[in-house]
């Protein structure tokens, strides 16, 4: 049921971990299955992110699009790295089951997350970037 990307991704998480002194970390959840996901986010001076690390405490959907995420944000900029979607996470890694989909708004809402710490922390407007979620079960209404 899983794809063979997202069990690579599960089995071997890419970028795991943590970053001392983060540009930007972001924290969320989801309450109905109560897993968390953190991500941290080292971006340079012409707003480009050079790292990505994060840490997951849930399930291996969860885990997987957490990986890709970070694989797919390193080298963007920060408008770019808005810009990946839990969509484009998902289709990166040849889809997920229907039931899984939520999961993978974890990991796009904990970049948005960790985006507005860091624009917060630098003072500056990041265009079409929202106040960030504690639970994204909040937003599966829209996404399901
Ligand atoms: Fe909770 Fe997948 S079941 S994130």
Redesign the pocket.
């Known amino acids: 049921m899983y794809t063979e990307k997202v069990m690579d991704h599960f089995m071997h998480p890419r970028n795991v971990g943590e970053i001392e002194n983060a540009s930007g970390v972001g924290t969320v959840g ?1 309450a ?4 968390i996901m953190r991500i941290y986010l080292d971006i340079d001076e012409n707003q480009v992110v050079r790292d990505a690390k994060f840490k997951t405490f ?2 291996g ?2 885990i997987a699009t957490s990986s890709m995420a970070t694989e797919m944000i390193i080298g963007k900029t920060i408008q770019e790295a808005l810009e990946v979607t839990n969509k484009a996470v998902m289709e990166a890694l040849g889809g997920l089951p229907p039931v ?1 989909v ?2 993978s708004l ?1 990991a796009e809402q904990a970049v948005h997350a960790a985006l507005w710490d860091y624009a917060q922390k630098n003072g500056i407007t990041i265009e079409g970037l929202k106040p960030p979620v504690n639970d994204v079960d909040e937003l599966d209404e829209d996404e399901e």
């Open positions: 989801n109905k299955c109560g897993d849930g399930c959907a969860a899984k939520h999961c974890l």
